[in-house]
């Protein structure tokens, strides 16, 4: 059974740093691209950034472009967002999420991290 | 990075059918397959159609979808109020290197 589970969801102050981590088991996590997702209170979803296999390839969306970066240990089953320079729009829950072939399939989701941004 | 289009709300009555419409353009849908979430109200999201049509395993085939051109349409025949959840559609973005997810469209079963 494919597990996905988010940790590092905290309050923190606007300007402030965050590190969100997601712990992965019952797949190869080796093999499959990874994506974090977004959701504002009260809002839709919102793609954050993506990770190809092998860490090589990382894309973001442009609201969090030069502010996050995405990075995955694949001897540990893990995938982080290093979160930087925080806004008080970055308020949301995140979700840790497994593709399954094109990265638009997101066959998996984790139960999320909720992420404040507050003074 | 809101490209795609949906209406905000859809409703019909019990056993109905209702459509969502996702309007893109020719670097997103117009190039690239279509997804469809269904997201009940404090729960996870979960992946309802994939490939433009394609339904996961467990999945009925209540759910339909369709690509024509620069948009996408997700079908709902014989409705039950447990069909109450908001709806997403999402694709690759070829002109932004990035994932896009429509705005979300919630279904009301009158």
């Known amino acids: 059974e494919v597990q996905l589970v988010e940790s590092g969801g905290d309050l923190v102050q606007p300007g402030g740093s965050l590190r969100l981590s997601c712990a992965a088991a019952?797949?190869?996590?080796?093999?499959?691209?990874m994506t974090w997702v977004r959701q504002a209170p009260g809002r839709g979803l919102e793609w954050v950034s993506t990770?190809?296999?092998?860490?090589?390839?990382?894309y973001y969306a442009d609201s969090v472009k030069g502010r996050f970066t995405i990075y995955r240990d694949n001897s540990k089953n893990m995938v982080h967002l290093q979160m930087n320079g925080l806004r008080a729009e970055d308020t949301a829950l995140y979700f840790c999420?497994?593709?399954?072939?094109?990265?638009?399939?997101?066959?998996?989701w984790g139960q999320g991290a909720p992420v404040t941004v507050s003074s | 990075q809101l490209v795609l289009t949906q209406p905000p709300s859809v409703s019909a009555a019990p056993g109905q059918k209702v459509t969502i419409s996702c309007s893109g353009g020719?670097?997103?849908?117009?190039?690239?397959?279509v997804s469809w979430y269904q997201q009940f109200p404090g729960t996870v999201p979960k992946l309802l159609i994939y490939?433009?049509?394609n339904r996961p395993s467990g999945i009925p085939d209540r759910f339909s979808g369709s690509k024509s051109g620069t948009s996408a349409t997700l079908g709902i025949t014989g409705l039950q109020t447990g069909d109450e959840a908001d709806y997403y559609c999402?694709?690759?973005?070829?002109?932004?290197?990035?994932?896009?997810f429509g705005i979300g469209t919630k279904v009301t079963v009158l």
């Open positions: 999402v694709t690759w973005d070829s002109s932004l290197n990035a994932i896009v």
């Open positions: 490939d433009n049509y």
């Open positions: 999420t497994k593709t399954g072939g094109r990265v638009t399939i997101l066959t998996h």
């Open positions: 990770i190809n296999e092998n860490g090589a390839n990382t």
């Open positions: 019952g797949f190869t996590f080796s093999g499959s691209p």
């Open positions: 020719n670097s997103n849908i117009g190039k690239n397959y």
